[in-house]
C-alpha cells in the first residue's frame, strides 16, 4: 500500500442527533465526502466539538458497519457495543467516528451471513472467510485516511484492539500517537469470537479463561 493518496474533499456537514437504546444521547455532526477511493458512501461522525484547526491530536475509532450487531443487536459479534462505547468515549473529550461501509470483513452482508453458517458447522470466523474465497479480512482503509486527509487531520489517537488498522492508517500517512482498546464485551455467543480475533490476527482482547 502506497502512503499517497488522491485527495477527497468533503460535500456535506449536517448536525444529527443520537439516542441510543439505553438512553444515552449526544450530538453529532456528519460528515459526507467526495472523491473517496472506492466510492463508497462512507461518512465521518464528529463528537465532542473537535477542534480541527488546533492541529491537536484527536481520539478517532474506524468503525466498519456491521447491520446485525449496529442495528439489531446481534450477540454474535461486539460490533454494536463497541459502536456505543467509542460514541460515548469520543464525545467525551471531542473526537471522529469514521463509520466505513465494509460490512463482514468487507465481504458484505450476504456473504456475511454465508459465513455464519459456516462457523455454525465448525470454522472460525477467518477461516469461514476464506472457504468462502475471500481473504480473512478484506479491509482497505485508504478511504479512512482520505477523511481524514479532508477534514485536517493527521495526527490521532486511535480507539481500537485490531494491530492491522494502526499499521494500514500509518503506511497512509497518518500519525498514530497512541492505542487505546477498547473495553471487552463479551457473552456466550460472541465469546469464540472474540478467541480467534485475539489469538489469529492478535487484537487486544483480554479474555478470562
Known amino acids: ?29 456528519a ?36 447491520l446485525t ?10 460490533c454494536g457495543p463497541q459502536l456505543r462505547e467509542a460514541v460515548e468515549r469520543i464525545a467525551d473529550t471531542g473526537g471522529i467516528l469514521l463509520y466505513l461501509r465494509q460490512e463482514g470483513r468487507d465481504i458484505g452482508l450476504y456473504n456475511k451471513l454465508d459465513a455464519y453458517a459456516l462457523q455454525d458447522s465448525g470454522l472460525d ?14 479491509r482497505d ?8 486527509d479532508a477534514l485536517g487531520v493527521g495526527r490521532i489517537d486511535l480507539l481500537t484492539n485490531n494491530p492491522d488498522k494502526v499499521r494500514q492508517l500509518t503506511a497512509l500517512g497518518v500519525t498514530v500517537r497512541e492505542t487505546l482498546p477498547t473495553g471487552v464485551h ?24
Open 186 to 209: 463479551a457473552n456466550p455467543a460472541n465469546l469464540r469470537y472474540l478467541r480467534a480475533k485475539a489469538d489469529h490476527t492478535g487484537h487486544t482482547i483480554r479474555l478470562v479463561g
Open 31 to 66: 460528515v459526507t465526502f467526495d472523491g473517496l477511493s472506492d466510492g463508497r458512501e462512507h461518512l465521518a461522525l464528529l463528537l465532542g466539538e473537535p477542534d480541527l484547526d488546533s492541529g491537536a491530536t484527536l481520539l478517532v475509532r474506524l468503525h466498519s458497519e456491521c
Open 125 to 138: 470466523t477467518y477461516q469461514a472467510n476464506t472457504e468462502l474465497g475471500f481473504d480473512e479480512d478484506a
Open 141 to 148: 482503509y485508504t478511504a479512512a485516511a482520505q477523511m481524514l
Open 69 to 78: 450487531g449496529d442495528v439489531f443487536g446481534s450477540d454474535r459479534c461486539d
Open 1 to 29: 500500500m502506497s502512503s499517497t493518496f488522491v485527495g477527497a474533499s468533503v460535500r456535506t456537514r449536517v448536525r444529527i442527533p443520537l439516542t441510543f437504546a439505553d438512553g444515552y444521547a449526544t450530538t453529532a455532526q
